[in-house]
């Protein structure tokens, strides 16, 4: 067994992150890539990752030198495998000579063996079962408990980084503000003065039912006069459609064809989100924008936001308790101390 943790035996130049996962996944990474950038100043980052991600090793280019679009493997759902990709995709990784590679996807089963195949001289992540402790590879078991950002984030630390906060991130460029502005949908709402409602996700059947996300939306734009925003991608006009055809009061449809840095940046100014879990609850705790999430399938342990005083997360997989999403939502929009929610009931929430 190595007493010294590995990040501090070897020289590393070069390190091969591989995660190919969506928005969400992708945001709760960001704790570990921060330590990885900070143990390792002077190597080199690559991200192997889905096709979108190329956006993502953009956005956290401080964390991030260099990205490799993975062509899909047939045991990973997250997208078809592309076959005739797959050898000049393994061959270009090889011949990058990288020092280590850093299997950050999952609990190893499936995602050892594609990792393993980059070629790198050393190797670490996850696994399932004993450990391994080499000279070079070093996998820990997998955590079975735990925030989703923890479990990476303490992978890393063990690997021999030290963390830089546990906190998200998302920042914003100057081209998503400009995107923002051409697009026109913010065009007539007043910074801190708005709430976000964003009833989509990336399956329907997580989402929560447009009837309820309009109940709770009237509410609020009548109880603390702000404006409604239903913000979506633009395969979830409809969906905001359908929420602003139950509402009696006036709603800003803003589920259109921009990315998510302009919808981020759309975001940024409002008092409060609303939202189903997914991605966009991620961007929210990046951009420190308070929120109220539900969850009807997740792990809600694993994927809520650890800031719980800002971030509240609804277990209402039978869309049964949309007066607390309510409650909680009012709470935060006044700012009510977190010790008096605990005294009125309002704690725990999920």
Known sequence: MYHRPLLHRLDIESVVVFRALQLGDMLCAVPALRALRTALPKARITLAGLPWASQFARRFRSYIDDFVDFPGHPLLPEQPVRQAQLAPFYADMCARKFTLALQLHGNGGITN????????????????????????????????????????????????????????????????????????????????????????????????????????????????????????????????????????ARAINAAAPISIGAMAALMKHARLLVCNDTGVSHVAAGLRVKSVVIFSKADIARWAPLDRDNHRCIWDPDAQRSTAVLQHARALLAGTDPSRQRTAGLWPYW
């Not at 402790?133 to 063990?158: D, H, M």
């Not at 503000?177 to 990336?202: D, T």
């Open 113 to 248: 063996e594609i990792v393993a195949g980059f070629g790198a001289y050393a190797m670490a992540g996850h696994c399932q079962g004993e450990p391994v402790a080499s000279e070079r590879t070093v996998l820990f078991p997998y955590p079975e408990v735990g925030a989703e950002s923890g479990r990476l984030l303490g992978l890393v630390e063990r690997l021999g980084a030290s963390a830089v906060g546990d906190y998200l991130e998302f920042p914003l460029a100057h081209e998503d503000r400009q995107e923002l502005e051409a697009s026109g949908v913010a065009a007539s709402l007043k910074p801190g003065n708005y709430i976000c409602v964003h009833p989509g996700a990336r399956t329907r059947d997580k989402c929560w039912p447009p009837r309820k996300f309009a109940e709770v939306a009237d509410h609020l734009a009548a109880e603390f006069g702000v404006d409604v925003v239903l913000t979506g991608s633009a395969d979830e006009a409809g969906l905001a459609a359908e929420v602003a055809e139950h509402m009696q």
